[in-house]
């Protein structure tokens, strides 16, 4: 099985900055495309920057300029950094990979789910 582990999560007054880090383990073969997605109360996940394994990123138009995500293929990891935090972001983020198990199919990744963080922005 493929893990993801989420951090960096907690309670930033607006404007403020953090950093998320997912980092994934297990049986991995391959890590295709990585990404961050958010969960706002009484609303639906919606994407908040992806990344391929070659770097190529996408972000959704709420956080461009704010919002950078980032990847170290070595660790296998994920970065989110976040700046000019607004009330607005605050939801569970949760951490997004296409991943292939020692043994599987890479032209078929599984995808899998961190069990997500806590952003919450306040003054």
């Known amino acids: 099985q493929v893990q993801l582990v989420e951090s960096g999560g907690g309670l930033v007054q607006p404007g403020g900055s953090l950093r998320l880090s997912c980092a994934a383990s297990g049986s991995i073969l391959r890590i295709r495309g990585m990404g961050w997605y958010r969960q706002a109360p009484g609303k639906q996940r919606e994407l908040v920057a992806s990344i391929t394994s070659g770097g190529s990123t996408n972000y959704a138009d709420s956080v461009k300029g704010r919002f950078t995500i980032s990847r170290d293929n070595a660790k296998n990891t994920v970065y989110l950094q976040i700046h000019s935090l607004k009330l607005e972001d605050t939801a569970v983020y949760y951490c997004?990979?296409?991943?292939?198990?020692?043994?599987?199919?890479?032209?078929?990744?599984?995808?899998?789910w961190g069990q997500g963080t806590q952003v919450t922005v306040s003054s």
């Open positions: 997004n990979a296409e991943a292939t198990r020692v043994g599987g199919n890479p032209y078929y990744p599984d995808e899998y």
